[in-house]
Nanobody, 125 residues
Framework: QVQLVESGGGLAQAGGSLRLSCAAS????????MGWFRQAPGKEREFVAA????????SYADSVKGRFQISRDNAKNTVYLQMNSLKSEDTAVYYC??????????????????WGQGTQVTVSS
């Protein structure tokens, strides 16, 4: 049974930092590209960042470029999202997804076959 478990969310002040983790089990982690998406109330789930299977290719949404950093540790079956210079508009539930189809990082929601339950990030201004 595949499980993705996000952690590290919480309340942060604008300009602050948070580090999200997503621990995977039940799959061969190194064979999956991984992505982070977020969903704010009343909005659709949107792409944030993604990383290829080997970690050598990374993609970011323009809204987080230069502030967020995605990384992975295949030995620990974990993907991370370091979020710096947080803004109120970063407030959302953050989800990690696993993509078996493409080796390269995908910005497409439908490419991800497995999802975690999400972790809430709230940024106060």
């Amino acid at each position: 049974q595949v499980q993705l478990v996000e952690s590290g969310g919480g309340l942060a002040q604008a300009g602050g930092s948070l580090r999200l983790s997503c621990a995977a089990s039940g799959l061969t982690f190194r064979l999956y590209a991984m992505g982070w998406f977020r969903q704010a109330p009343g909005k659709e789930r949107e792409f944030v960042a993604a990383i290829s299977r080997g970690g050598d290719s990374i993609s970011y949404a323009d809204s987080v470029k230069g502030r967020f950093q995605i990384s992975r540790d295949n030995a620990k079956n974990t993907v991370y999202l370091q979020m710096n210079s947080l803004k109120s508009e970063d407030t959302a539930v953050y989800y990690c997804g696993a993509d078996r189809t493409f080796a390269a990082p995908s910005k497409t929601l439908g490419a991800y076959g497995y999802w975690g339950q999400g972790t809430q990030v709230t940024v106060s201004s």
